[in-house]
Structures are given as C-alpha cells and as structure tokens.
C-alpha cells in the first residue's frame, strides 16, 4: 500500500522560514505529479504548489516568490520551502501525489495526514 509521509511543520513567527518534506513509500511504478495543498480552519482545502513529471511547477499566486517546491525523483520526495511567512500561511498542509501503483499498474490520487503550520505574528 502507498503511503505518504510528511514533516517539517512547527511554529515560526512572522519572516521565518520551514521545510516541509513528503515521502512516499510502497509498491510504486511512476509518481506523475507530487505537490502540497494547505486547509486553514473555515476555509477550504486549497493547492499551494505542484510538481509535475515533466518538471512544470505551479504555484498559488498568495506564496509566489516566498515558496519553492522541488523534487527528489530517486527518492520519491517532494519538498516545500517555504520563506518569508505570515500569518495567513497557518494552515494543515497535505502532501499530495497522482502515482501509479504497482503491481496493478491502476492510477491512484494518495493524500498524506497534514503537517500543521503555524506562524505568529
């Protein structure tokens, strides 16, 4: 089974920075995109930067410039650095990637459990 494991989260203040890293694990063929989404309390779950195979990134436009995804293919991992933070960054931020899984060879959309974030003024 394929699984997505997350860390790096914590509490900063207001300027600071944090890396958020992903990785997954299990019977895994090819990852075609990885990417975070975030969910701050009330709001919607929503995408914050993607990583596709091809190597297209994009990003949400409240983290461009401040934010930096990467990807480690040998080691199915993707990362998020993410600088000069604020407030409205808190949320619970998910890893997420659209893989194929083995030995099926089925597509499979795989959510991490969230990494909570937050960022004080």
């Known amino acids: 089974q394929v699984q997505l494991v997350e860390s790096g989260g914590g509490l900063v203040q207001a300027g600071g920075s944090l890396r958020l890293s992903c990785a997954a694990s299990g019977s895994i063929l090819s990852i075609n995109a990885m990417g975070w989404y975030r969910q701050a309390p009330g709001k919607q779950r929503e995408l914050v930067a993607r990583?596709?195979?091809?190597?297209?990134?994009n990003y949400a436009d409240s983290v461009k410039g401040r934010f930096t995804i990467s990807r480690d293919n040998a080691k199915n991992t993707v990362y998020l650095q993410m600088n000069s933070l604020k407030p409205e960054d808190t949320a619970v931020y998910y890893c997420?990637?659209?893989?194929?899984?083995?030995?099926?060879?089925?597509?499979?959309?795989?959510w991490g459990q969230g990494t909570l974030v937050t960022v004080s003024s």
């Open positions: 997420n990637a659209i893989l194929v899984e083995g030995p099926s060879g089925r597509y499979r959309e795989v």
């Open positions: 990583s596709t195979r091809s190597d297209y990134t």
